[in-house]
């Protein structure tokens, strides 16, 4: 697959070294993107890498759903109850103490 992005480098607009084969749901907020790949159990991030343009860390197998902030990402697995946050701390990107 396939996609078009424009605007600002820094907050997303450069995906031309993003691999859109497989990609189920795309989800941005303000400065970042996030492409899901469910099949795989995979997702990749770009953009402003401080506010969840950075997700290399993050286990996204079995996530049902992406949640956004302004700055920040949340990867709910629907099956087990749990989620994991990245991005800005003070918008949403830090979710540990959440039960």
Avoid: M, P
Wanted: contains cysteine; aromatic residues 14%.
């Amino acid at each position: 697959g396939q996609a078009v992005c424009w605007g600002s480098s820094l907050h997303g607009g450069d995906c031309s070294g993003i691999d859109f084969h497989s990609v189920s749901e795309i989800y941005s907020n303000y400065h970042a993107f996030v492409v899901l790949k469910k099949d795989l159990g995979q997702a990749v991030c770009w953009g402003w890498s401080e506010l969840g343009g950075e997700c290399s860390g993050i286990d996204f197998r079995d996530v049902t759903e992406i949640y956004s902030s302004g700055g920040a990402f949340a990867a709910w697995n629907k099956d087990l109850g749990q989620v994991v946050c990245w991005g800005r701390s003070d918008w949403g990107g830090e979710c540990s103490g959440i039960d």
